[in-house]
């Protein structure tokens, strides 16, 4: 099998070092204005800080991916004698809770790494490294993974049949 | 289009139950700026002079500050402002935290109370929806756990809430409002929110705060940013006497530095009395180091700030709390007990009463030392402990409760001593405009401090001082080092006063600075700490500490690029100005005058009395105030304040020709 290489961008967050300051949120939010720069609200910003303080509980989340659907159960996490609330630790932008939706269409948010600056903004703005950037090239295995129009097809072939597609592509084809 | 500020005030009415959302005139700005100046503005428009702290017309304003919620770093300061129960004058105390911002993002630039409610409630802010709720439940509970009650009772883990304890209910005259790892401490807004009856303020915002040119801020607060990680990784050493003060940028730096021997023996023991010289051995800093990085679970900041002021404190049989600054030391001192570990089992007692750190320690010092002396008797010290730890513990409480002498001792030092009698009074010996200060006895008349202590409003020395060296550098080479790289002062003409300015000699204290010099020195200190108040700034990156990364150069930038507001130095120094002189005027219709313009007689052992006179009417004199301290109607004019000029002469607080027979 032919070997690829497949570019890897991580934020490492050492949750230890956060100081629940929130300036990762503000700086997210104001760069993903439009325009640039021009309003802050840290209900907007794809990266939250998760704050229990008197129980020693704070680390940030970067938005993940939407989910459509909610998991079959939830996760808790105890962790050096720390309970962590329901689902803490997850990135994904879901039905069951408010994190990572913009407040006035509950559209969901995901974290873009920033794309044109050299690293993440949240991660230039914490000066005490809570969030450490790192890219590096991973070599994978080259799968022959089937295409986006593929994929779609599929979709469509499993909701309609296979009959029924190709009449319509038939069709298409001779007006074509 | 509003930038940096929402445009909008939220107006309760306790008595009533009616809230409004009030559009406010954007032409304030360019007048006030915003938080404690625009609080300032409407306290003289609505609070007259008869209305007493614990009046319904007594307004409590929780105020954001103009560039809180916005990116600019360490805008995090709320300012309370209200009548003090304790000086009659206005009280502004400041809190970092988070509450600020969120209530800018709640859509409010202020929260303004008036009224009383009928029981118990706490406001809840939620965006557009404002409730008074009923906090019955939550009644004699501490101020920390308040704040965790009433995000779980609404299930907003990221509800900001601000919250008084028994102290603030029982209206301790200097009862605290507690927020997060903040507190607004001074002066008695705690009990005016209790005598109010609301026990919290809780808020969240999800709204946006625009920006008017937020690619230069961002530039601005880029450069900011590499300021103070120049300065974290390179503290300040010349002029820096602790290394908790000014050595980086931020308040001070009590959790992250354990070093105490610097205030531990400078600062004085018990009711402000004694200074221990040789208390900082090399036994007692084992125990204290020991003791407090035990106790630090983690550092902890405010909003939008790097800086790790704040401590989480975790100490076996305590309650968790969050702890920062001065209130590391002002208990123990206080008390006289020399093991650091009593400080985190009272601070966490104090906070969640919601006490002062300042005034609590002095208050229950000046009691033991009335005990000591006969005046307060076996009565009532009945069932109180013999050791210094558990007396201390049992006075805070029996304040806090307003119990037996507590009653007494829950007004101050100043009333207390005058209720009590029988020589109480003599005891009374550390306050200025009956409000306790800072436990400092020194030996040299110093003409900076005499100013500052005898004429700002703030009446709390440790938020006056900052921008300017404590005291003489010792040597020419370091003052030449110094002034080298001093971009923050405002005119260069203060290097020189400070080559000139040495510890001895004919160019030391008393007489140098000299009265003049002495007034531009203040009045810059002032100028800035004014600024920061009405920004929303903390003073840890502006006023209070030396070599800021905020100063009069960038401060005109920033707010322009926030806010779209066309400012320049001049201009800026002109708005705070205004905003000084309405704040005099406000005390002035009060009732303040010279004669309450004094440092506590035993403040310095070397004592001038002509001499103080001559500096007073010197800083009147540059402030363009008339003899009595009262700002003259040519200076209220020249800021734009003929209004208040003509209600200072309607009530003849002002008459004609006083400018300039006077000035």
């Known amino acids: ?176 | 289009m509003r930038y940096a500020e929402t445009g909008y005030n939220l107006e309760i009415d306790l008595s009533t139950g009616n809230i409004e959302k009030v559009a406010t005139d954007p032409a304030l700005m360019a007048l006030h700026l915003g938080g404690l100046g625009t609080d300032l503005k409407i306290m003289w428009d609505r609070v007259l002079p008869e209305t007493k702290a614990f009046d319904p017309e007594n307004l409590l304003i929780f105020s954001s500050g103009l560039l809180c919620g916005t990116p600019v770093y360490s805008a995090s300061r709320t300012v309370v402002t209200t009548i003090s129960p304790q000086t009659d004058l206005l009280a502004y105390p400041l809190m970092g935290g988070f509450l600020a911002a969120e209530l800018k993002y709640a859509g409010y630039d202020k929260v303004i109370i008036r009224g009383k409610a009928s029981k118990l409630v706490y406001i809840w802010i939620h965006n557009d929806r404002v409730e008074l709720r009923d906090a019955s439940a939550l009644k004699g509970k501490g101020a920390i756990e308040t704040q965790e009650l009433i995000r779980e009772e609404l299930k907003e883990p990221k509800a900001q809430v601000a919250a008084i304890g028994l102290a603030g209910e029982n209206k301790v005259f200097y009862a605290s409002i507690e927020q997060s790892r903040s507190s607004a401490s001074r002066l008695g807004a705690g009990a005016v929110m209790g005598d109010k009856n609301v026990k919290a303020i809780a808020v969240r915002g999800t709204k946006d705060i625009y920006l008017a040119r937020g690619d230069e801020l961002m530039k601005l607060m880029a450069r900011a940013r590499a300021f103070v990680q120049h300065r974290n990784a390179n503290p300040l050493q010349i002029a820096v006497h602790s290394p908790q003060h000014s050595g980086i940028v931020g308040s001070t730096q009590e959790m992250k530095y354990t070093d105490e021997s610097w205030h531990t023996t400078g600062f004085a023991w018990g009711n402000a009395r004694t200074r221990r010289k040789d208390f900082w051995t090399k036994e007692i800093e084992d125990n204290w180091v020991n003791s407090q990085t035990k106790a630090i679970r983690r550092f902890i900041s405010c909003f939008n700030c790097p800086q790790e002021c704040g401590g989480l404190i975790d100490h076996p049989g305590v309650p968790r709390f969050m702890m920062k600054c001065f209130s590391k030391l002002t208990y123990a001192m206080a008390a006289y007990v020399d093991d650091l570990d009593f400080t985190w089992k009272i601070c966490q007692r104090a906070f969640d009463y919601g006490l002062d750190s300042f005034s609590t320690p002095q208050v229950l010092a000046f009691a033991v030392e009335l005990y000591e002396a006969g005046i307060l008797t076996d009565a009532d010290f009945a069932g109180c402990p013999t050791d210094q730890e558990g007396r201390f513990l049992w006075l805070l409480d029996r304040v806090a409760r307003r119990e037996g002498i507590g009653d007494l001792l829950a007004e101050g030092t100043y009333y207390a001593a005058r209720k009590i009698g029988r020589g109480a009074e003599a005891f009374d010996h550390n306050t200025i405009k009956k409000h306790e200060q800072m436990n400092i006895k020194l030996g040299m008349l110093d003409p900076l401090y005499y100013l500052m202590y005898s004429t700002n409003e703030k009446i709390s020395i440790t938020q006056i001082e900052g921008n300017w060296p404590q005291g003489a550098i010792a040597s020419r080479e370091e003052r030449e080092e110094f002034i080298k790289d001093w971009p923050q002062l405002p005119d260069e003409k203060f290097k020189q006063y400070l080559l000139d300015w040495e510890p001895r000699g004919e160019k030391a204290n008393p007489f140098y600075p000299t009265p003049e010099i002495s007034s531009e020195i203040v009045d810059w200190m002032e100028t800035l700490h004014n600024i920061d108040d009405a920004l929303g700034l903390c003073a840890g990156w502006g006023s209070f500490i030396l070599k800021p990364p905020y100063h009069i150069h960038n401060y005109p930038q920033i707010i322009s690029a926030a806010t779209g507001l066309a400012l320049d130095e001049a201009g800026l120094k002109q708005i705070a100005n205004r905003n000084r002189n309405l704040h005099r005027a406000f005390n002035n219709r009060r009732g303040l005058r010279r004669a309450d313009e004094k440092p506590p007689a035993d403040h310095w052992k070397h004592r001038y009395p002509e001499y103080e006179e001559e500096l007073l009417t010197a800083y009147y004199k540059f402030k363009g105030w008339n003899n009595e301290g009262i700002p003259t109607k040519t200076r209220l004019q020249a800021l734009n304040l003929a209004y208040v000029a003509e209600d200072l002469e309607r009530r003849g607080i002002l008459t004609d020709g006083q400018d300039e027979k006077e000035s």
């Open chain 1, 1 to 176: 099998m032919a070997k690829m290489k497949k570019k890897v961008k991580t934020i490492t967050v050492n949750a230890d070092k956060c100081n629940g300051c929130r300036a990762c949120e503000i700086i997210c939010s104001s760069f993903h204005a439009t325009p640039k720069y021009s309003s802050v609200n840290p209900a907007r910003s794809r990266i939250q800080v998760v704050s229990h303080r008197l129980k020693d509980i704070m680390f940030p989340v970067v938005a993940g991916e939407y989910a459509p659907a909610e998991c079959m159960g939830r996760d808790k996490y105890i962790i050096a004698g720390k309970e962590y609330d329901e689902c803490a630790f997850c990135r994904a932008v879901c039905s069951t809770r408010d994190i990572f939706k913009e407040p006035d269409t509950g559209l969901p948010l995901k974290c873009d790494m920033c794309e044109g600056e050299d690293e993440p903004l949240c991660v230039q703005v914490c000066l005490n490294d809570v969030l450490v950037y790192e890219e590096r090239e991973e070599e994978v295995e080259a799968e022959d993974k089937p295409d986006e129009l593929e994929q779609s097809l599929q979709a469509l072939l499993d909701d309609h049949g296979l009959e029924k597609l190709a009449d319509i592509l038939a069709r298409m084809a001779e007006k074509a």
